[in-house]
């Protein structure tokens, strides 16, 4: 097996882009990605996607994405893992290239989510659920984190202005991100005073619905010099990747308030890179809610049991803190288009790694953590990056 760096990276703002069809989107963070790399053609492209049949009557996704990019006779096919579609796709991208089967690879993520009404649109989400015995039911996806938040807060005695911090360090990292959906910092009493959406959940612990697109470039590492001679950037190398399941019904779940998939798939991923969590110098974790900010937390050894919270609470997760994490936003600022998020956060970890995060950069980071969550923890993809 070869292995993989990644040369070149792409994005475009996220938002409600009511002006721009999927297919533009997607051409933003695809050629971007590719004028990074200094690449011109591609042996094949994956879209990581979780709605566009949905949503927007449209399958056939990465096929209607490479003609739109100019990329034809290439091997392209959407990859679908609920909101951890992207990480997903960027497994496939790799191991693609680490086979040898392909050398130059193309991976996106894509979702296009505020063109429908919001009942349509919870109705996708809630596709990522067990349609038998949650969504059936008519359990929505934030009613789901709801029901995990309120047995969390009282199973550890928590009250609901210890998740603050969370939203609070997002925001601020978000204020200094072009790209962004919300570009402006919050304080406690706007936390406290948001509307409730499903109790106790408010809108400053949810993650907003957003369309964009993200993409990034793979080469083999020992073919990376032919690609980024002269002024370019570098690259930067995926040193572990490992995807792990857990029941899709929060339910059946030996225990709802603990993450195994994100255990499972952190220890393989830490394992093949031949690294201690202690060596990572940030973590991009899925802060689709609050309460998964503290459960990632928890679930992958940076914090005991009923005690993530407290992290962000103590302020160790900002850029200068003992783990930044949604040091760019995360969802709760960047936005959340489902099936680009995973590719959004190795964006992210990618720029952290080459030094161009600009305000938001956090000194001599070398080794970065990224994880995608799909579903309410039921598939979890965590990558290893090293500069």
């Known amino acids: 097996m070869r292995s993989v760096s990644i040369i070149g990276i792409g994005q475009s703002p996220v938002g409600e882009l009511w002006d721009r069809s999927a297919r533009e989107i997607a051409y933003t963070a695809v050629t971007n990605a590719?004028?990074?790399?200094?690449?011109?053609?591609?042996?094949?492209?994956?879209?990581?996607?979780?709605?566009?049949?949905?949503?927007?009557?449209?399958?056939?996704?990465?096929?209607l994405v490479a003609g739109y990019c100019g990329?034809?006779?290439?091997?392209?096919?959407?990859?679908?893992?609920?909101?951890?579609?992207?990480?997903?796709?960027?497994?496939?991208?790799?191991?693609?290239?680490?086979?040898g089967f392909h050398d130059v690879v193309i991976v996106a993520g894509l979702e296009k989510m505020t063109d429908t009404v919001g009942k349509d649109t919870t109705a996708g989400l809630a596709t990522?659920?067990?349609?038998?015995?949650?969504?059936?039911?008519?359990?929505?996806?934030?009613?789901?984190?709801?029901?995990?938040?309120?047995?969390?807060?009282?199973?550890?005695?928590?009250?609901i202005d210890a998740f603050a911090g969370f939203s609070i360090n997002a925001h601020r990292n978000g204020v200094n991100n072009p790209n962004a959906m919300f570009q402006e910092a919050i304080?406690?009493?706007?936390?406290?005073?948001?509307?409730?959406?499903?109790?106790?959940?408010?809108?400053?612990?949810?993650?907003?619905?957003?369309?964009?697109?993200?993409?990034?470039?793979?080469?083999?590492?020992?073919?990376?010099?032919?690609f980024t001679t002269?002024?370019?950037?570098?690259?930067?190398?995926?040193?572990?990747?490992?995807?792990?399941?857990?029941?899709?019904?929060?339910?059946?779940?030996r225990d709802p308030l603990s993450l195994l998939a994100a255990q499972i798939s952190s220890e393989k991923a830490l394992r093949q890179a031949g690294l201690q969590r202690e060596d990572l110098d940030f973590f991009e974790l899925h802060d689709a809610f609050t309460i998964m900010s503290a459960l990632s937390l928890e679930s992958n050894g940076f914090a005991r049991r009923g005690e993530g919270w407290r992290m962000a609470q103590e302020e160790r997760i900002g850029i200068h803190g003992d783990l930044p994490i949604s040091t760019m936003g995360g969802l709760k600022s960047r936005g959340h288009p489902v099936g680009a998020t995973g590719i959004y956060q190795i964006v992210e970890a990618v720029q952290q790694l080459s030094g161009r995060a600009g305000a938001n950069q956090i000194p001599h980071a070398r080794i970065g953590m990224t994880q995608n969550i799909g579903g309410s923890g039921a598939t979890i993809i965590t990558h290893i990056l090293g500069a």
């Open 34 to 63: 590719m004028e990074d790399a200094g690449i011109e053609d591609a042996d094949a492209l994956f879209v990581g996607n979780m709605l566009s049949g949905s949503l927007i009557d449209q399958e056939h996704l990465a096929t």
């Open 71 to 99: 990329l034809y006779g290439i091997e392209a096919a959407k990859v679908e893992a609920a909101c951890a579609s992207g990480a997903a796709a960027l497994r496939v991208g790799a191991m693609a290239v680490a086979s």
């Open 128 to 159: 990522a659920a067990d349609a038998d015995y949650e969504a059936l039911h008519g359990v929505t996806f934030v009613g789901l984190n709801a029901l995990i938040m309120q047995r969390y807060m009282h199973e550890f005695d928590v009250p």
């Open 187 to 226: 304080d406690l009493k706007s936390y406290v005073n948001a509307p409730v959406i499903a109790t106790p959940i408010n809108m400053m612990d949810s993650s907003p619905v957003s369309d964009g697109s993200a993409a990034v470039v793979l080469v083999p590492t020992d073919r990376v010099k032919e």
């Open 230 to 253: 002269g002024h370019h950037w570098g690259s930067v190398q995926i040193l572990g990747s490992a995807s792990a399941n857990d029941t899709l019904a929060v339910h059946d779940r």
